[in-house]
């Protein structure tokens, strides 16, 4: 698995570099942010690597927040690579924060190839996220249960605080316990 790569920039383009790598040039899809960051031509990218039947591709970050980003983009159900790039190119790590942390869906449709409906799953899958990577996953059954409680027209802070003190592991009866929970309040 490559992780990073480190040698001369031999062609450019907005969302792609061709890197030499000691005598091999690698083609590195980057993202429009990280192309027009590229003005040496000694560079050192962070690579993330991505093995499918039928290609080998290597996505390139110059920061390693974006990685972290992409990476986390493309764990989401129905966001591959391309997508996730495409966020990448158009917003910087720090402001994507922002956008996850203000569920901010206007913004996100703003992505070329992503609608209303991707723009809200992603900020649902995405949950409390953040850079240093210390929020906790929440699991597929947490994920199903708020958007059920969504659907219902409760908001997410008060869900959010419903699921955290519940102990079901599955969506039905997480969303049972909530239903509960969410009663008495």
């Not at 790598?21 to 993330?48: A, M, R």
């Not at 720090?94 to 901010?104: G, L, P, Q, R, Y």
């Amino acid at each position: 698995m490559i992780v990073g790569l480190i040698g001369k920039v031999e062609k450019k383009e907005p969302t792609s570099v061709h890197l030499n790598v000691n005598g091999v040039i690698y083609e590195v899809f980057v993202s429009v942010n990280c192309s027009s960051e590229i003005e040496k031509q000694d560079i050192k990218l962070h690579i993330s690597h991505i093995i499918r039947e039928d290609s080998e591709t290597l996505y390139g970050f110059l920061d390693i927040n974006e990685k972290m980003m992409f990476e986390r983009l493309i764990k989401i159900n129905g966001v591959g690579p391309k997508v996730a790039m495409a966020i990448c190119s158009t917003f910087k790590p720090d402001i994507f924060v922002k956008i996850v942390e203000e569920k901010n869906v206007s913004l996100l449709k703003k992505v070329p190839g992503i609608g209303p409906k991707s723009a809200s799953r992603i900020l649902i899958e995405l949950g409390e996220f953040s850079l240093d990577g210390s929020t906790p996953q929440l699991t597929s059954a947490h994920q199903e249960a708020i958007m059920a409680l969504e659907s219902l027209g409760f908001k997410k802070d008060q869900i959010q605080k419903v699921l955290q003190e519940c102990t079901a592991c599955d969506t039905p009866s997480l969303v049972k316990e909530a239903l509960k929970k969410i009663q008495k309040i």
